[in-house]
């Protein structure tokens, strides 16, 4: 996920548990660096639903629980992860295997975010739920491909 996705998540669920103390940015990102391999979209929707089906109170260790659920929903949803990985894809010059690696500098935090999103050229990617991005509409949010 990328860290926009993450603190739209972060909103929802402290204004779910009405837990005020949200916006702590290093505790955020903290918490953001241990979770953003994982991917936003319906993945990170669901996992909020999960969360908040299953815990009374606002989680202890949010990216503990967030992890939990990855892997919750990577059980249950075999057959994505599997297209996920084969990605069989050739001939894009402006991906790997359908995937664009970039890196986007967050002047507030001053850390570099990596990210990944599936190509938008080929599309190679496209049936997961990772956002799909053109190297130009990479280059427009400031991500810096690698
Ligand atoms: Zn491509």
Redesign the pocket.
């Known amino acids: 996920m990328n860290s926009w996705e993450f603190e739209n998540f972060l909103k929802k669920i402290c204004s779910y548990y009405g837990k005020k103390d949200g916006n702590d940015k290093s505790r955020n990102n903290l918490h953001f660096n241990k979770i953003s391999f994982i991917p936003g979209g319906q993945v990170l929707d669901s996992i909020f639903e999960q969360i908040t089906n299953e815990y009374e109170y606002f989680p202890r260790n949010l990216p503990k629980a967030i992890k939990n659920h990855w892997g919750v929903w990577q059980s249950a949803n075999p057959e994505k992860m599997k297209k996920e990985s084969s990605g069989l894809?050739s001939g894009?010059?402006?991906?790997l295997k359908?995937w664009?690696h970039f890196v986007i500098y967050s002047k507030m935090l001053r850390i570099p975010y990596r990210h990944v999103s599936v190509?938008?050229?080929?599309?190679?990617n496209e049936h997961t739920n990772l956002p799909v991005h053109t190297v130009d509409q990479v280059s427009r949010m400031g991500g810096e491909i690698y």
Do not use: L, N, Y
């Open positions: 894809h894009c010059s402006f991906c359908g664009i190509c938008g050229h080929c599309r190679a």
